[in-house]
């Protein structure tokens, strides 16, 4: 088995008896850091980014990590996805982090949706949003420091084809085995990504959207030419698109949008992070090429 795990990553190809409880149960977290270009007032802004996967145990019914001993009933098991922007606006900077918690074992597919929440800080005020499911629902709370947002939940019907954009960052990675076959496309009832709404003070609404899995290509990054598959995402006339690395486990490698943003990897390292938190522990920063 070990030839064979080293063989697929020489070759870049994909490889479906990898165990995910194996790579992703050993105590660690993956982060992966970006070189991103982040529109904003109709300008393009550079930055950065670092997405954070881990797996770990929130309660079923308040959605909020388990720090406690807790039957294993009242458990759910996820995969949490800490997606952190940063960019800076003339004199002043964004910081924006929206987090995903699906569920490993979900019972509709492999890494349904339970709970999205996004902070968003800037100079002139907070953003906070929070969307979880459950009960064939989507119960949505946004407190925010501006007038037409400001505090205030909403209900969303949950369709059988409802799909988050935020929540495709995983399910595109395909941790368990194909959710599409190469080629094939999904129609999807999206509820867009969080951050891209309150970027533009719009009400949260669900959308006509269309994801397909396509071909296979070579991306040039600082660690070598790596084969990835494409993943493209269309939706209210725009379209965005992913390449997801062919071989397990399956890194988001870049992404291009139709409205000029774009991110390319830079690193990847598989830490403890939680842990990582002394002065000595910023050289790990400098292995992710971030400030």
């Not at 992966?32 to 930055?47: A, L, T």
């Not at 906070?128 to 420091?145: A, I, P, Q, T």
Request: net charge negative; with cysteine; glycine share 8%.
């Amino acid at each position: 088995m070990a030839a064979l795990v080293i063989a697929c990553m020489m070759w870049g190809v994909a490889y479906a008896d990898v165990d995910f409880y194996d790579h992703w149960a050993d105590g660690r977290a993956e982060l992966s850091s970006y070189d991103v270009i982040q529109p904003r007032y109709g300008q393009m802004r550079s930055g950065y980014g670092v997405m954070i996967f881990v797996t770990e145990d929130i309660n079923r019914q308040t959605h909020i990590k388990v720090e406690s001993e807790q039957p294993r009933e009242d458990r759910l098991y996820v995969l949490k996805l800490n997606n952190v922007l940063k960019f800076t606006t003339g004199i002043y900077d964004y910081s924006v982090m929206t987090s995903v918690f699906s569920e490993v074992e979900g019972e509709e597919h492999p890494f349904a949706l339970r709970k999205i929440s996004l902070s968003a800080q800037e100079w002139c005020g907070h953003v906070f949003e929070e969307v979880r499911v459950r009960e064939g629902r989507l119960y949505g709370y946004v407190n925010s420091y501006f007038e037409r947002e400001g505090s205030g939940d909403y209900r969303l019907e949950k369709p059988r084809a409802f799909a988050s954009e935020d929540g495709l960052l995983i399910r595109m990675r395909e941790l368990k085995g194909e959710w599409l076959a190469a080629g094939q496309s999904a129609e999807l009832d999206l509820l867009p990504a969080l951050w891209s709404r309150r970027a533009s003070h719009a009400e949260q609404v669900l959308v006509s959207a269309r994801v397909h899995k396509g071909q296979v290509e070579r991306v040039a990054l600082a660690e070598g030419r790596l084969a990835a598959r494409v993943w493209r995402l269309e939706m209210e006339g725009a379209w965005k698109q992913y390449w997801i690395e062919q071989a397990y486990p399956h890194r988001i490698l870049k992404w291009q949008h139709s409205d000029g943003g774009s991110g390319q990897l830079k690193a990847t390292i598989r830490v403890p992070y939680w842990s990582l938190n002394g002065n000595a522990d910023s050289t790990y920063r400098r292995e992710l090429g971030i400030p």
